[in-house]
């Protein structure tokens, strides 16, 4: 038991070339089932449908099991947000014919763990500067893309009936731009009280992870490194020393070398 355990962490923290592969496998499939999951949430279930949401459901009670065996801080790892997330997805998945409401809504949530998991970000910061100059835009988008997903199938359960399908799941999402960026055409609108309240929280909200991705897009590029004196974990990219303090830092490049 005690080298399967080793195995298994070695496999979700190491530092190895199959431990990276394990880790990008792990992220393409978070990014299949969530492709999946949005393309699904406007239609019935089948009987097809409901086969594919139980293994998938299993898949990641397993992964979550695995990730949960290995953790040094079990507490702190189930009080994390993808954590939470993954736990409210397999619950939709797995206990989907016990409920009387539709939560379809709610798997789209698998997409936080598109970034925040899996050590993935120590890995893309050491193997790729393209994320090291962009992190912040590239989460700030990430963000954004879970939160309309997430926010326009909560639109669709809400305001529209389950047989409107792919046109009505569309229009959810065309509502919910729209709300988010203040356009406000007027063509589809909320009228009850909750429909209201639900606006309000989309522009408050998609406003400012909004703005959070214009400002990573637009301001100058500084690259997470953290000084080993001071603790300053944003430098320029071309940066030698620490501005704060005066600390010489290294900064990985490619074809680079910093002092």
């Known amino acids: 038991m005690k080298e399967l355990h080793r195995a298994i962490r070695l496999l979700y923290t190491g530092h190895s070339q199959r431990a990276r ?13 969530i492709i999946y ?9 089948t009987p097809t449908m409901f086969a594919i949401n139980t293994a998938l459901g299993v898949l990641i009670l397993l992964d979550l099991a ?5 953790s040094q801080n079990l507490r702190r790892e189930l009080m994390r947000i993808y954590t939470l997330a993954d736990l409210v997805v397999v619950a939709s998945l797995l206990f989907a014919p016990l409920l009387t409401g539709n939560f379809a809504f709610l798997r789209v949530l698998r997409g936080l763990r598109l970034i925040h998991a899996y050590h993935l970000l120590r890995d893309l910061r050491r193997e790729s500067l393209f994320f090291r100059r962009h992190e912040d835009a590239i989460l700030a988008a990430v963000n954004l893309f879970v939160f309309i997903f997430v926010t326009t199938s909560l639109v669709f359960v809400l305001a529209f009936d389950e047989k409107a399908g792919l046109t009505g799941y569309i229009d959810a999402l065309y509502f919910t731009v729209a709300t988010l960026t203040t356009t406000g ?9 909750s429909g209201k309240l639900l606006s309000v929280f989309i522009m408050v ?3 400012a992870l909004f703005v959070q991705l214009a400002r990573a897009i637009f301001q100058p590029s500084k690259i997470k490194y953290k000084c ?5 974990n944003r430098h320029e990219p071309d940066a030698i020393h620490c501005k704060h303090c005066g600390e010489s830092v290294k900064i990985e490049t490619e074809g680079e070398v910093g002092a």
């Open 205 to 207: 909200v998609g406003v």
């Open 228 to 232: 080993p004196q001071c603790g300053l």
């Open 21 to 33: 592969r394990f880790r990008y496998g792990l992220i393409l499939f978070d990014a299949l089932t």
């Open 185 to 193: 055409f007027g063509d589809i609108t909320m009228t009850t009280p």
């Open 66 to 70: 695995a990730r949960s065996w290995i």
């Open 37 to 45: 999951f949005i393309a699904t949430a406007a239609l019935p279930t």
